[in-house]
């Protein structure tokens, strides 16, 4: 099946400091990438879409310029949490949808700001 | 009232059980529905993908969606020890998938 990476897997910054996770579509073109966060033994919750060359939605309640969010090619979707604060800390995923309605999600990224 | 309703568990089998996971949802308008399983400290990845209502079998697995009782169901047959994780329903009828909270199982040798 189709794959997605992502990047860093782990990531610990001190609180005030900008992380930056990649996503990566590696054996398909991704019109379209979906960013979601998890906290412990809670659902997913979308936090935004983004489109190859757009700029990205955000869901209700997101802060847009606290979650940058860049898809600048058909195989690459960044997220990056600017000064990063303690209850940012969550389980950061990122599905990619090519071609069909099929969602593929990355490994995922736990991020802990301390 | 969540628009997917889904039993957190954990639900605890033994080895060769049946086991039947189950989601409600209120949005008559969902038309996909999709089974996810997690495993701990890793992405979702997609098990079982179905249009409208009816039944959909992969080997061990089965799904059904219901959409007059607004009920998904995901039965896995002789369960394994691998088959331990957590089962996220999700549905949608636009881009946005919704996910139920995940049911916990638990396959015991």
């Known amino acids: 099946g189709a794959v997605v990476s992502q990047h860093p897997s782990r990531v610990i910054c001190k609180s005030g400091t900008s992380v930056k996770i990649e996503c990566r579509s590696l054996d398909f073109q991704a019109t379209t990438m979906f960013w979601y966060r998890q906290f412990p033994k809670q659902s997913l919750m979308l936090m935004a879409t983004?489109?190859?060359?757009?700029?990205?939605?955000?869901e209700q309640g997101v802060e847009k310029d606290k979650f940058l969010i860049n898809h600048a090619s058909l195989t690459l979707s960044t997220l990056t949490v600017t000064s990063a604060h303690p209850e940012d800390s969550s389980f950061y995923i990122c599905?990619?949808?090519?071609?069909?309605?099929?969602?593929?999600f990355g490994e995922g990224s736990r991020l802990t700001v301390l | 009232q969540k628009e997917v309703e889904q039993d957190p568990g954990p639900l605890s089998v033994p080895e060769g059980a049946i086991v039947s996971l189950n989601c409600t949802y209120s949005n008559s308008a969902f038309q996909y529905f999709m089974w996810y399983r997690q495993y701990s400290r890793k992405g979702p990845e997609l098990l079982m993908y179905t249009y409208s209502s009816g039944n959909k079998e992969d080997g061990r697995f089965t799904a059904q969606v219901d959409k007059s009782s607004k009920y998904i169901s995901l039965f896995i047959r002789d369960s394994q020890p691998s088959d331990s994780a957590t089962y996220l329903c999700?549905?949608?009828?636009?881009?946005?998938?919704?996910f139920g909270t995940g049911t916990r199982l638990q396959v015991f040798p």
């Open positions: 983004s489109n190859e060359g757009s700029k990205a939605t955000y």
């Open positions: 999700a549905m949608t009828n636009t881009d946005k998938l919704i």
């Open positions: 599905s990619a949808r090519g071609g069909t309605r099929e969602l593929f």
